[in-house]
Structures are given as structure tokens and as C-alpha cells.
């Protein structure tokens, strides 16, 4: 009777787990084709003009980012350079909006350094708004130790992904 009772229930659950397979769909969508720019320039999107407009910051300014010591969020001198010459461009590019990301090394817990992203990027932002930078055009991310720049596991590695960067986002 056992063995009856154990087939059954399999029987029903091999006809349950039938009845909820996906179906194919009556027609597949087409492949994606490469697709090129246009080259009139009259249609150029605005990730490329972003994009465009990011790379002219970077060429202008002193660098594009800060570092910071061992778990501090305060500006340095050489962050307070740096940070000079992003608002000097930005003042002078009163249509630009960034965002700045927070970032930490690999030491810590992803909260712990989600938050000190988070105060890495809004001591940026505050430094900014204080040279005259609208607060309005600045967006802050905190990214934590997810996105580190190198992978090592040594003192240069987490020195480099101790930061903040500013990207210009239109």
C-alpha cells in the first residue's frame, strides 16, 4: 500500500511540475544587429554628449579623484587641490550635473564601508557646494568596497580604493 501511495503522489507531482513548464513563445524576437552612430551629428544621444562632456572635465581638471587615508573622510590639501580645480570647472559649466561615488577597501563590512563611502562622497559634495557648486547638480553614490580600482590585497591596493570620483553625468 506504501508503494502505491508513494507512486501516486510521484505521478502527481511529475504532472504538477508538466503543467507549470514555459512555453516557447510563437515567435522569437529578432537578434540584436549592430548598430552604428550617426554621422551627421544632429542625432547624437545623450550618453555620448555625457560621455563627451566627461572626458572634457577630465582633460580640464586636476583628476577626477580624491583619496583618503585609512577609514577618514576628511579633505586633505591634496584633495582640497583637486576639488578646487573640479569647481573652478564646474562653475564654469553651469550645465553640468555629477555624480560623486564614495569608495573603501576591502578591509571592513560591507556596511561599515557602505557608510563610509557614503561620507567620503557627501564630504566631497559639501566641499564642492562650498566653492560655489549648486548642491542641486551633485548626486552621491556610495558603492562601498564593491567597485575596487585594484584587486590586490596589500597597503598600494587599498590605497588606490580608498576615494571618491567625480563623474560628470550631463
Not at 554621422?39 to 586636476?62: I, Y
Not at 566631497?124 to 584587486?151: H, M
Not at 597597503?155 to 567625480?166: C, D, G, L, M
Request: glycine share 8%; with cysteine; aromatic share 4%.
Amino acid at each position: 500500500m506504501a508503494k502505491m501511495t508513494t507512486s501516486l503522489v510521484l505521478g502527481l507531482a511529475l504532472v504538477a511540475t508538466a503543467g507549470c513548464a514555459k512555453k516557447r513563445p510563437p515567435e522569437l524576437p529578432p537578434t540584436p544587429t549592430e548598430t552604428t552612430a550617426p554621422t551627421d551629428g544632429g542625432g547624437e544621444s545623450s550618453d555620448t554628449l555625457a560621455g563627451r562632456l566627461n572626458e572634457h572635465f577630465k582633460r580640464e581638471v586636476t583628476s577626477d579623484t580624491v583619496h583618503f587615508a585609512l577609514d577618514q573622510y576628511d579633505i586633505d590639501s591634496e584633495a582640497r587641490s583637486i576639488l578646487d580645480s573640479q569647481a573652478t570647472w564646474l562653475v564654469a559649466h553651469p550645465e553640468a550635473r555629477i555624480t560623486l561615488e564614495g569608495h573603501a577597501d576591502e578591509r571592513g563590512t560591507r556596511e561599515y564601508n557602505l557608510g563610509l563611502g557614503d561620507r567620503r562622497a557627501n564630504a566631497a559634495k559639501n566641499y564642492l557646494a562650498a566653492r560655489g557648486v549648486s548642491a542641486t547638480r551633485i548626486t552621491t553614490i556610495s558603492y562601498g568596497k564593491e567597485r575596487p580600482l585594484a584587486l590586490g590585497s596589500d597597503e598600494s591596493s587599498w590605497a588606490q580604493n580608498r576615494r571618491a570620483v567625480t563623474i560628470v553625468i550631463n
